[in-house]
C-alpha cells in the first residue's frame, strides 16, 4: 500500500507563493495534485509523468503554478506563485501506476491533505 505525505501549506496573502511537497513510501508511475474546498468536488490541479517530462495542469493554475518530481526520493513539489484567494483550498497529493488522468478516480493513493489559505 503506497503512503503518500504531503508537507508545504499554510497561510500566504494575495500575490505571495509557496510550495507543496509530496513523498511516498515507494516508486509510483504517476504523480498529481488535487484541491477540495467545502462542499465541492475534489478538482485537478497539475499532474507528472514517471519520468518527469510529460506534465499536465487545470487551465486556472495554468502560468502560475510548477509541478516537478524526483523520482530517485519518491517525492513530487507543487511551486504555487500568484496566488489567488480563489486558489484556497485543502490540497492533496495522489499518485497511481496508470498514466497520466485528470479525474480523482485515475489514482488510487492520496494524502491526508494540507490546507493552503490565500488571504490578506
Known amino acids: 500500500q503506497v503512503q503518500l505525505a504531503e508537507s508545504g501549506g499554510g497561510l500566504v496573502q494575495p500575490g505571495g507563493a509557496l510550495n507543496l511537497s509530496c513523498t511516498a513510501s515507494?516508486?509510483?508511475?504517476?504523480m498529481a495534485w488535487f484541491r477540495q474546498t467545502p462542499g465541492k468536488d475534489r478538482d485537478f490541479v497539475a499532474a507528472?509523468?514517471?519520468?518527469?517530462?510529460?506534465?499536465t495542469y487545470a487551465h486556472s493554475v495554468k502560468g502560475r503554478f510548477t509541478i516537478s518530481r524526483d523520482s530517485a526520493k519518491n517525492t513530487v513539489s507543487l511551486q504555487m506563485n500568484g496566488l489567488k484567494s480563489e486558489d484556497t483550498a485543502v490540497y492533496y497529493c495522489?499518485?497511481?501506476?496508470?498514466?497520466?488522468?485528470?479525474?480523482?478516480?485515475?489514482?488510487?493513493?492520496w494524502g491526508q491533505g494540507t490546507q493552503v489559505t490565500v488571504s490578506s
Open positions: 515507494e516508486f509510483v508511475y504517476t
Open positions: 507528472i509523468s514517471r519520468s518527469g517530462g510529460v506534465t
Open positions: 495522489a499518485a497511481d501506476f496508470r498514466t497520466i488522468a485528470t479525474t480523482a478516480d485515475g489514482y488510487d493513493y
